[in-house]
């Protein structure tokens, strides 16, 4: 199995940042992909930021040019740094890894708890 924990969420000012990190742990063998999403209660969750295996990266359109994900290969950790924060941004943010824990295992989505990112004045 994979864990992912999440830290860094919390309450911060219209036009503050945060730093989201996002540990994976366990048996893995290979990440495809690491990334967030967002949920407002009632609300669909929705992809905020994905770092692909090879660099690649995809932001929704209402986080670009404020958001910028980042991954230490290393340390199977992703980090959304999050910038301009504005009071729409108030949502659980979770981490996903796609990821397999064998050579022989096929790859699989697996989530974290989440953390409730708060932008109030």
């Not at 905020?48 to 090879?54: E, K, N, P, R, Y």
């Not at 950790?77 to 295992?105: F, H, R």
């Given at each position: 199995?994979?864990?992912?924990?999440?830290?860094?969420?919390?309450?911060?000012?219209?036009?503050?940042?945060?730093?989201?990190?996002?540990?994976?742990?366990?048996?893995?063998?290979?990440?495809?992909?690491?990334?967030?999403?967002?949920?407002?209660?009632?609300?669909?969750?929705?992809?905020?930021?994905?770092?692909?295996?090879?660099?690649?990266?995809?932001?929704?359109?209402?986080?670009?040019?404020?958001?910028?994900?980042?991954?230490?290969?290393?340390?199977?950790?992703?980090?959304?740094?999050?910038?301009?924060?504005?009071p729409?941004?108030?949502?659980?943010?979770?981490?996903?890894?796609?990821a397999?824990?064998?050579?022989?295992?096929?790859?699989?989505?697996?989530?974290?708890?989440?953390?409730?990112?708060?932008?109030?004045?």
């Amino acid at each position: 199995q994979v864990q992912l924990v999440e830290s860094g969420g919390g309450l911060v000012q219209p036009g503050g940042s945060l730093r989201l990190s996002c540990a994976a742990s366990g048996s893995i063998s290979s990440i495809r992909t690491m990334g967030w999403y967002r949920q407002v209660s009632g609300n669909q969750r929705e992809q905020v930021a994905t770092f692909i295996s090879g660099g690649t990266t995809n932001y929704a359109d209402s986080v670009k040019g404020r958001f910028s994900i980042s991954m230490d290969n290393a340390k199977n950790t992703v980090y959304l740094q999050m910038n301009s924060l504005k009071p729409e941004d108030t949502a659980v943010y979770y981490c996903n890894a796609v990821a397999k824990i064998g050579p022989w295992s096929p790859y699989r989505s697996y989530w974290g708890e989440g953390t409730l990112v708060t932008v109030s004045s």
